[in-house]
């Protein structure tokens, strides 16, 4: 790897060499994963990129923590690290926007602190690993002020998924009542099953998802049982 300055689109890059033939570039987008384009252009992803060769069966992918602009092409992988240009200065007509006889603030000035993760491996198993990677990175830990006792059982799980592909992306208190709503996401586009526990309530259910499908469920706590809703927690007719 090394850091070096694109002179032509004034940005400072990290770039990561590949030996990968025919390989595709792959970023995250918003509950899904979009085909970018392999020529060199500046794209835009959010938690990760990968390179996929399908040929020879082997994935190269790189998590962020903040930088979402990238490119790739037979040099390899540049990851975007600071651009140069003014804020709000996008060129219109002949108009000057940026005045050329003061100082003008620019676009990531002072001091920055990066972090990627990179790992390889099959392009299954990338794939599969690489959101909930992201996922995990990207969630800062917090700390609570508390001090147990350390007596008593050690209380049952809250609500868990068998399946380490799909996601969970939200449990919270339902608009209307006394029940959780629990969103599942599967992030790779492939079909895929896995079976949602309520520990607690004694409750589990194995659920099927299409590619890049989002679910929610309505956990009953009194009457203990579940109900799929849609995106507005209205019962969803089977």
Not at 122 to 148: C, G, K, M, T
Not at 192 to 207: F, I, Y
Not at 208 to 220: A, H, L, Q
Request: proline fraction near 5%; charge should be neutral; charged fraction near 25%.
């Amino acid at each position: 790897m090394r850091v070096y300055w694109n002179e032509k689109d004034r940005m400072l890059k990290l770039s990561v060499p590949t030996l990968a033939k025919d390989a595709r570039f792959l970023g995250q987008v918003a509950y899904g994963v979009a085909d970018l384009m392999t020529n060199g252009n500046e794209m835009v992803a959010q938690k990760w990129v990968a390179i996929v060769s399908d040929t020879e069966d082997k994935a190269v992918t790189c998590v962020n923590d903040g930088v979402h602009g990238s490119d790739f092409s037979t040099d390899g992988l540049r990851m975007t690290l600071l651009r140069s240009p003014g804020y709000s200065a996008h060129p219109l007509g002949d108009r000057t926007i940026v005045p050329q006889d003061r100082f003008t603030p620019r676009i990531d000035q002072g001091e920055r602190f990066f972090r990627f993760w990179i790992n390889a491996g099959s392009v299954r198993q990338r794939l599969d690993a690489v959101d909930r990677e992201a996922l995990a990175h990207n969630e800062n830990p917090f700390a609570l002020s508390f001090y147990p006792s350390g007596s008593g059982s050690r209380p049952l799980a809250g609500v868990t998924l068998s399946d380490p592909v799909v996601q969970m992306g939200a449990v919270k208190k339902a608009e209307d009542g006394n029940s959780l709503i629990v969103r599942l996401f599967e992030p790779t586009g492939n079909p895929r099953s896995t079976t949602l526990s309520v520990k607690t309530l004694g409750l589990k259910k194995t659920l099927r998802f299409k590619g890049f499908e989002i679910r929610s469920f309505r956990v009953d706590l009194r009457g203990k049982s579940f109900e799929e809703v849609d995106i507005l927690e209205h019962p969803i007719e089977l």
